[in-house]
Nanobody, 126 residues
Framework: QVKLAESGGGLVQNGASLRLTCAAS????????MAWFRRAPGKEREFVAG????????RYGESVKGRFTVSRDSTKNTLFLEMSSLKSEDTAVYYC???????????????????WGQGTQVTVSP
């Protein structure tokens, strides 16, 4: 089993930057897709960005392309989400997720992920 723990959320102003961290422990994630999702109040969970742990493949949701960057530090088993030019509509709980499911690209559907962190709140004030 993979355990995921997010951190780095907080309250920032419109236009600010923030970096989220997801620490993976337990089972190795070397064969996993890792992703960030978010859920805003009253909305469905949304795919934000993802990466294959051992490959160059990355994928982004349309609403964050050009503003967010996903990366990982394999030596520390840590996934990052660098967020810039934050907007009020980015306000949500952000979740880290992992799946060992084979796919040709990073899965964007939440039910395809087996492991989830507890989430970290990001609030962007106008």
């Amino acid at each position: 089993q993979v355990k995921l723990a997010e951190s780095g959320g907080g309250l920032v102003q419109n236009g600010a930057s923030l970096r989220l961290t997801c620490a993976a422990s337990g089972r190795s994630v070397s064969n996993h897709f890792m992703a960030w999702f978010r859920r805003a109040p009253g909305k469905e969970r949304e795919f934000v960005a993802g990466v294959h742990w051992n490959g160059p493949t990355t994928r982004y949701g349309e609403s964050v392309k050009g503003r967010f960057t996903v990366s990982r530090d394999s030596t520390k088993n840590t996934l990052f989400l660098e967020m810039s030019s934050l907007k009020s509509e980015d306000t949500a709980v952000y979740y880290c997720a992992a799946t060992i499911r084979w796919a040709t690209n990073v899965p964007t559907s939440a039910p395809l992920y087996e492991e989830w962190g507890q989430g970290t709140q990001v609030t962007v004030s106008p």
